[in-house]
Structure formats: C-alpha cells, structure tokens
C-alpha cells in the first residue's frame, strides 16, 4: 500500500475520516481524486514528522521523481535540492516568516533543478496551517502543516522570451524603417560636405605644387584647411548621430538636456524634412531628463516626420520646450500628474486626424499613410514612440482635429543635472613622466589610421611601436617582455584578434596587464565593459584629442 493511502488513516492529518464515517470516508476519496487530477503540483508536508504526507503525480514530473521517492524525502533537503541557487536567499526568508507564523502564505516563480539537471519553471504558492500557541500573547504560531502548489510555466516563460526577442527585433526593424526614409537627406549632405572636402583638397595641392610659380599666401591655405577641417566635424557630427539612432545594444540611460537633444535632431533631419516645409523652433525649456538620449532622438524624428508627411508645400511644422510644474490640486489639460515635467511638443498645421484614427495613432502596425499617395510606413514609429516614452516615465497627449492640424506633446520627468565634481588633490601635485621616456604600442588594421597615431605620437616624443592586428601584437608583447608598453592603443574592430580579445588575452595573465586606450568608430561592445580595461576614444578624433586622452591614460590611478 503506498505511502499516500496510508497517511489516510492518521489521525495529525486533518482530512482523515473519523470513527469511519461514511460521509468522512467519501470527503476523502473525492479529496483524493482531486489532487490526483489537479493540473496544479501539489505536496503537503507535515511539520511535526518532517514529512510529505501527500504529493500527487504533478510534483513528482515537475521534478522528474516518483510519487513515493518524494514521498520518502526529508522536505527541508528536498528544497535545497530542487530550488536553483539563485533563489534560495529569497525563499528561505519568505519561509522563516511563514514558520513562525508572520504570514500565512507565499507566492514566487522559482527554476526547479530536475533529476537529470534539466531546469522546469514554476510559479509556486505555499501556505501554512498553523496551531494556535499556548501562550496567547506569543507572537510565533507553531507550523502545522505547510501545502506547496506549484503551476508549472516553462512553456510561458519560453513564450516570453521569444516574444521579448521578437519584438527586439522588431525595434530594430523600424529603426532601419526610419534610416531608410532618412537615406536620400544623409546622402545629399554627405556628398555636399565630401564635395568640400576634396574640392578644397585638390585647391591646396595644386596651390602647394612646385610647379605653381605664384603659390597662394599662407593666410589663404589656412583658410582653406579650415573649410576642411569644418566640413570633416560636420561629417563626424552626423556620423555619430546615424549610429546613435541605429545601435542595437542595450539601452544606456543617462542624464542631459532635453532642448539640445530637440535643437540636435530638428538640424539632423533638416534635409530630410524638405526645403518646402517651415519649421519654427521655440526650445524655451531649460530643464534635464533621465533617458536614452538616442531613443529620445528615435521619439523626436518620428513625430517630426510624420508632421511633415501630414502637411503640404508651404506647410509649417513647429518644434516647442517648456519646463513645466504641474501643482497636486491645479487642473491641467494632459496626462502629467502632480511633479516637475519637461514638455516637449512638435505640431503641424496639416490634414489632422479623425477621433477613430486618433483612438488607434499608437497601435503596433496601424497606418494611414498607405491612403495617401507619395507615402508609406509599417505603422511601428507611433507604438516605438509610446514605449520610449513610457519606459522613460513620461507620457503623451495629441489634439487633433480634421482639417485642424495635430499637436502631439511628450512629457517626460525632469532631473537635477549632476554638477561636475572637482576632485581635490590629497597631496602635492604628482609629476607627471615625460613623454620620451614612456613606450605605447598601435595596434590598427588600417594603414592610413595607424601612420597618422603613430606619428602624432612620435610627434610628441613617445617611443612607439606599430602592429596591424591583435595577433601582431601578442608576438611583439611576448618578445619585449623585459621592456614592457606603458600604454596600447588599440582599434576594437581588427580581422584575427580584434582589441577587445586582445585585452581579454593581456589579463588573463597578470604579468601582462597594460593600460588600454581604444579607439573604434563603432563598437558592439558596452562601455562598462570596456572600462573594466582602458578607455575609449571615438573616432573620428583630432590629434589634440588622441594625445589627451593617450595622456589621461597613463596618469589615471590603476
């Protein structure tokens, strides 16, 4: 007779029939089919024996057991042995306080660590039946009996993570959407600003040819290089803000002002808006916000492109900031509740929309511009627009009306900006070593990228050593081992051994650790992780930049 029928016929337990009541003995048998048939894993324990006195078939697969080898368990070793790691802090401070009776139940979902090691999801309720103490005044309430249900939710969690995923891909997807509808306005400024570029380039080469007999002043070359110079920060400019927009990595919050990041967009977009379209900036507000600085330029760009997709020629688009407290008992037209806020509002005077079209503007996939001729859209940039806004805290409002135009007004909370903190020095100030007596190795794939840090270096009288990959440069650090590099600067994104593997090869051994500075035009790789070795300089950078940020480096405290 298996355990289970047995604890049938105790007297603790306290569904046992009594003096064999018929109607006792039928409460039994229908408890006995119900916890059988349940979907749900169930067990009870008996506090008193430290014992299951009841596990039905569900527990048993959760954790990949038979009914009587859980049965013949010790509880307390039965939850150290199925509970992964992980969880077990929290659940044995929630049953420290169920066990002395603080409360009567928990709830939680928990991993479950099968017996072939394979991992189960389940969200488990446990509660206690406790007896009443002899002290009436005494806050601890002896356990009794304590009943462990759990529902198992591996395939919801897997659910989940596919659908998170999914919809991860998604984002992206409507980020390419939104650069691709940018493309033609990108295009049109790079070839402006290359044309600059090599314009001015070939001015200055002839002017500096020894065959010119009348070579330009030298006020004019500098004006020239300049113009250069100028157009190469434009084009750097421009660059960053296409990868910002475009990143895929995780979102990296951090604080700045709104009305830079609206003045920033509104001249990036400035061609893809059209010459044909007014836009009216007024950025009075003055306030910092707490978010994605890149997913607030994805909120900024689609509002402002479907501004202009809504208007005619000659129609005007208008771009606002205002800072904005909203008083507990004041009435105030919009979501915002009672706090300090930050507004920003972009508006056209253009077709507006119906109440239906407004009811449904932030559904995923729903579009009007397919009944218009000349535009298009997957129906992702308003939903994109209400998730950022929404993970930032903030909220949104539109008014519009047919014929009337559309104001939509974003609000988002506003923060203290940090001050800049001046680190006071603890002593006399540290002599810093001179530059000739310090060694830096460059590790960079291209030639062009690598002559010029090179000789920048050199330039300011570093000893320098080249290398034009990760691989190079392992051989070259194992030869000059008794005379090692104060410093390497390297690029992320090399063929072989990139710089991050590089770094990770450096200090595996200790003996080998150096200081890191790398530069890269783009990296996949998060800055707390590259911090953890050196720091990064972006390219494009100037030489003064490379050349401070070398010398950050090397004087920063290890």
Request: aromatic share 6%.
């Amino acid at each position: 007779m298996a355990r289970n029928e047995r604890r049938a016929e105790d007297s603790e337990w306290p569904f046992a029939p009594v003096g064999g009541d018929v109607a006792d003995a039928d409460r039994l048998s229908w408890f006995e089919v119900i916890l059988e048939t349940s979907p749900v894993a169930i067990g009870i324990i008996s506090a008193l024996e430290n014992r299951y006195v009841r596990v039905n078939r569900r527990m048993a697969d959760l954790v990949g057991m038979t009914v009587d080898e859980v049965l013949a368990c010790d509880p307390y070793r039965f939850a150290l042995e199925t509970a992964h790691p992980d969880e077990l802090v929290a659940e044995q401070k929630l049953f420290a306080e169920l066990a002395v009776g603080a409360r009567s139940s928990y709830q939680i979902e928990k991993r479950f660590v099968r017996r072939d090691g394979s991992i189960r999801w389940g969200l488990l309720t446990f509660s206690g039946i406790h007896g009443s103490s002899p002290d009436p005044g005494a806050p601890v309430r002896p356990l009794r009996f304590a009943i462990s249900q759990v529902v198992d939710i591996t395939e919801k969690k897997a659910l989940f993570e596919t659908l998170r995923r999914r919809e991860g891909e998604l984002r992206h997807a409507q980020k390419v959407d939104g650069i691709g509808r940018l493309a033609a306005g990108i295009a049109h400024d790079f070839n402006n600003l290359l044309t600059v570029m090599m314009g001015y380039g070939e001015v200055l080469k002839k002017g500096l040819s020894r065959d010119n007999p009348r070579p330009p002043p030298v006020s004019e070359l500098t004006e020239n290089l300049d113009v250069i110079l100028a157009a190469c920060d434009r084009a750097a400019g421009l660059t960053a803000q296409v990868l910002a927009y475009g990143r895929r990595e995780t979102v990296a919050p951090g604080t700045f002002f709104l009305s830079e990041a609206a003045e920033d967009w509104q001249r990036f977009l400035g061609r893809a808006i059209g010459s044909h379209v007014q836009v009216e900036q007024s950025l009075a507000g003055q306030g910092a916000i707490f978010a994605d600085r890149g997913q607030v330029g994805q909120v900024i760009m689609n509002l402002i492109l479907n501004a202009r997709d809504a208007i005619r020629e000659g129609g005007r688009i208008s771009l606002s900031t205002r800072d904005l407290v909203v008083d507990e008992h004041a009435g105030h037209r919009g979501p915002p509740g009672p706090g300090a806020w930050v507004a920003l509002a972009i508006s056209d005077d253009g077709h507006g929309m119906s109440p239906e079209v407004r009811d449904r503007m932030f559904e995923p996939f729903f579009t009007t511009r397919t009944e218009r001729p000349g535009t298009h859209g997957t129906g992702l940039g308003l939903s994109t627009v209400q998730r950022i806004v929404e993970e930032a805290g903030g909220s949104i409002d539109v008014e519009s009306a047919p014929g009337r135009g559309t104001t939509v007004t974003v609000f988002f909370p506003r923060v203290a900006m940090a001050p800049v903190k001046l680190v006071e020095p603890d002593g006399p100030p540290r002599r810093a070593p001179a530059p000739n007596s310090l060694r830096v190795l460059v590790v960079e794939d291209e030639p062009a990228v690598r002559s010029l840090v090179a000789s920048v270096l050199l330039g300011a009288h570093y000893r320098v050593a080249v290398a034009r990959d990760g691989e190079e440069a392992l051989s070259l650090l194992a030869s000059v081992r008794e005379e090692p590099f104060d410093l390497i600067v390297t690029d992320l994104a090399m063929p072989s051994i990139g710089g991050m593997t590089l770094a990770h090869r450096l200090h595996e051994d200790a003996s080998r650790r150096h200081r890191m500075l790398f530069i890269s035009g783009y990296s996949r790789h998060m800055p707390t992780e590259l911090a953890a070795f050196g720091r990064l300089l972006p390219k494009p950078f100037t030489p003064a930049q490379l050349l401070e940020a070398v010398r950050g480096t090397i004087e920063e405290p290890t």
